[in-house]
């Protein structure tokens, strides 16, 4: 079974740009969660998609959004890019589902994001 | 606010040395807990987890972990590490929220950075 994709592995922007990233989950894996990596905060939680509807939301500013769509892929999409962006960012899947207590995440090899 | 807390933050140790790293995390509730590797250039990958039932569990490359309850805690361990075993651990913890509901967030831990010399 194929794992978790990431596409673009590597991206340069500058401030101000805007940048979309996108995950493929695992065959048959209904959520995805994205998180942040960087040196100094280590692995931050930014959003959880079910079945195309957000379920649970990080501490991040309304510039990080993110979308599901029917097949269970997923786009994030960080506006306005600021250096502090810059970071590691990896995508998980599971199976999900309502009552899914026993879940286990997934990760795929995350996209590298340089803003200059 | 939820936390999980890695006491090790740099762990260097000799081949067939043994390995404890600690985890800790606060939330009164019921959780999920993994410890998750990462090796130098590779993704993350998961190395054990817990749900329920017997607290000390067994993962890959024969790394096992305890949840001990009473001290919110699930401290990795490993009898003889490898120079393979050179990699970046993190504890994390997943919520259960009310009514058995999975939050879908993992909250981790800084990481314990473990370099084994040959």
């Known amino acids: 079974k194929a794992g978790v994709t990431q596409t673009p592995r590597y991206l340069i922007k500058t401030r101000g740009q805007q940048v979309t990233l996108s995950c493929s989950p695992i065959?048959?894996?209904?959520?995805v969660s994205w998180y942040q990596q960087t040196p100094g905060q280590g692995l931050q939680f930014l959003f959880e998609?079910?079945?195309?509807?957000?379920?649970n939301k990080g501490n991040f500013p309304g510039r990080f959004s993110g979308r599901q769509f029917s097949n269970s892929r997923s786009e994030m999409n960080v506006s306005t890019l600021e250096l502090g962006d810059s970071a590691l960012y990896l995508c998980?899947?599971?199976?999900?589902?309502?009552?899914?207590?026993?879940?286990?995440?997934?990760f795929g090899p995350g996209t590298r994001l340089t803003v200059l | 606010a939820q936390s999980v807390s890695q006491h090790n933050h740099h762990v260097i140790l000799s081949e067939a040395a043994s390995l404890e790293l600690g985890c800790n995390y606060s939330?009164?509730?019921?959780?999920?807990l993994f410890w998750y590797v990462q090796y130098p250039g590779q993704h993350l990958q998961l190395l054990l987890k817990?749900?329920?039932?017997?607290?000390l569990v067994k993962g890959i490359k024969g790394f096992e972990a305890e949840f001990i309850k009473s001290k919110f805690s699930f401290n990795l361990r490993k009898p003889s590490v490898q120079w393979s075993d050179t990699a970046e651990y993190f504890c994390a913890v997943n919520l259960i929220g009310r009514g058995s509901s999975n939050t879908g967030k993992l909250i981790f831990g800084q990481g314990t950075t473990l370099q084994v010399k040959p």
């Open positions: 998609y079910f079945s195309e509807t957000q379920r």
């Open positions: 817990y749900f329920s039932g017997d607290p």
């Open positions: 065959s048959g894996h209904r959520s």
């Open positions: 939330y009164g509730g019921t959780v999920n």
């Open positions: 998980a899947s599971s199976l999900g589902g309502s009552g899914t207590i026993t879940d286990t995440q997934y």
